[in-house]
């Protein structure tokens, strides 16, 4: 069994008939009102490698008192692909508060790419596939306030595939230097990094997530997905002042997923149309990825097909578009 690779924290407001004590699996079993939690202001992502941070004495997360805020629930992932029987784990994570309020108030900030197998899909036997995460203008315009926000903390973050992530800035049509960069990924060592520089994001301003992945070696494709053995892109930021904007994903449209395939595989694909992920996977695994013609397709499809954008304040949605 492998560890636990990622542990969010979210806070909530103080939810009615919430059973406090609850210890269970997050899909099945949860009380709804749980369910209505997760997800929403989420304070820390914490990954394997990670040894915590230590926030500047002028900055906290709000929680309790005037902040709505009264609840945390902490959702553990686990993979452990034998499926053994009996195991414990003791791993946690501890929070530390005080009741001095602090002068800023923090929030986070993720940038990155749907965990949707048709649109994050890695072909095998592929030395580096690029994948770009966007959080454009438009988001950062809605979501950040006009005297901006600084970057306290960045956490950057693949799955096994994973070799490399960069977190690119833009103003103004020039690109700024990155965020943060780690040309030598190690999903054992991820940790969070605090900029060398201080890092300012501004309303209009442009935040990409870029991350290569490599096959080699892989029998199978790999998916976008939660589990160890699927694939993810996002970048997670620690930022203050806290501000609405939360979650900046992007997507290849499924339009353009159709178009891709159709065009490439006709025939081939056309006995395999479906509505679930499930069946998209099983169509794109009897697919030849591998002929030249299909790799070129592939590749264009990935860097120049227009993205669909959800940006995102707790569960309110402050953009979208299609």
Request: glycine share 8%.
């Amino acid at each position: 069994m492998k560890a636990l690779f990622i542990t969010p924290s979210y806070q909530c407001d103080n939810v009615t008939g919430f059973e406090v004590n609850y210890d269970g699996p997050c899909e099945a079993n949860m009380p709804n009102e749980a369910t209505k939690c997760r997800g929403l202001y989420q304070m820390v992502a914490w990954a394997v490698g990670g040894k915590g941070e230590r926030y500047p004495v002028d900055v906290g997360f709000p929680f309790g008192g005037k902040s709505g805020l009264y609840t945390v629930l902490i959702e553990m992932h686990y993979d452990n692909p034998d499926e053994m029987t009996g195991l414990t784990d003791s791993s946690g994570i501890r929070l530390y508060y005080t009741q001095t309020e602090r002068k800023f108030k923090a929030s986070l900030f993720a940038v990155g790419h749907t965990v949707v197998p048709s649109t994050l899909f890695l072909p095998r036997g592929e030395s580096a596939i690029n994948v770009v995460a966007l959080c454009p203008a438009e988001c950062t315009q809605a979501g950040i306030p006009d005297e901006g926000v600084t970057v306290l903390y960045t956490l950057l973050h693949t799955h096994l595939a994973g070799r490399s992530i960069r977190l690119r800035h833009f103003r103004g049509g020039k690109e700024l230097p990155d965020i943060d960069r780690n040309d030598n990924y190690d999903f054992n060592y991820q940790t969070t990094v605090r900029p060398v520089n201080e890092t300012k994001i501004y309303p209009g301003d442009v935040v990409m997530a870029e991350c290569t992945y490599s096959t080699i070696g892989r029998s199978v494709n790999i998916y976008g997905g939660l589990g160890t053995s699927d694939e993810m892109c996002v970048a997670y930021m620690i930022v203050y002042p806290a501000m609405p904007l939360q979650y900046c994903f992007s997507e290849v449209p499924r339009s353009k997923f159709n178009a891709f395939v159709d065009q490439t595989f006709k025939k081939e694909w056309a006995q395999y149309k479906g509505e679930s992920q499930q069946e998209i996977i099983d169509g794109l695994n009897t697919l030849n990825l591998s002929h030249p013609d299909a790799r070129l397709a592939y590749y264009q499809y990935q860097e120049y097909a227009e993205r669909s954008l959800l940006c995102l304040a707790g569960s309110s949605f402050l953009l979208v578009s299609n």
